[in-house]
């Protein structure tokens, strides 16, 4: 199983599930869900207070699931989503990002679970700064 957390992750979330040939699940920020849900509290990279939410029973106890989102800031939403699949007793198979900055919330999530970027060592430094050197031809 998939799941993803943010709007626009559902769609990359989508395309994957459907290219393993695997079910889909959304993980959204409170009140985007319209079915009956469980939720986790979380602090979130604004240091603001959130809840996540999941759909009640969304699959059977011990599915794996891959989680996919576009960013992971600090750590805080990605954190509350695997809190999330495992308090469905359900296993995190993996996190799937494209750009993770090297925060104290995402490392931990990063020796817990398998967890792949898309961005090669070498940018890892300038995603981490949040500005990449590519930006600085619109500086002007």
């Known amino acids: 199983m998939v799941g993803s957390l943010q709007l626009i ?3 990359s979330g989508g395309a994957i599930a459907n290219h393993l040939k ?6 959204r920020k409170k009140g985007h869900l319209c ?3 469980e939720a986790v509290d979380f602090v979130d990279y604004s240091k603001h207070s ?3 939410e999941i759909r009640k029973n969304p699959f059977p106890t011990d599915t794996r699931v891959l989680i996919v989102d576009q960013w992971i800031e600090t750590g805080g939403t990605m954190a509350a989503a695997t809190q999330l699949i495992e308090k ?3 296993i995190v198979a993996g996190i799937a990002v494209v750009a993770m900055e090297e925060q104290e919330i995402a ?7 398998t967890l792949v970027t898309g961005v090669p060592c070498h940018l890892q430094p300038q995603i981490n700064s949040q500005y990449l050197n590519s930006f600085k031809q619109f500086d002007k």
């Open 88 to 90: 469905m007793n359900g």
């Open 35 to 37: 079915v009956e849900t």
């Open 50 to 52: 959130k809840t996540l």
């Open 9 to 11: 992750s559902k769609c």
């Open 22 to 27: 695997k079910g889909f699940i959304a993980i």
């Open 107 to 113: 490392l931990k999530l990063k020796q817990k679970y």
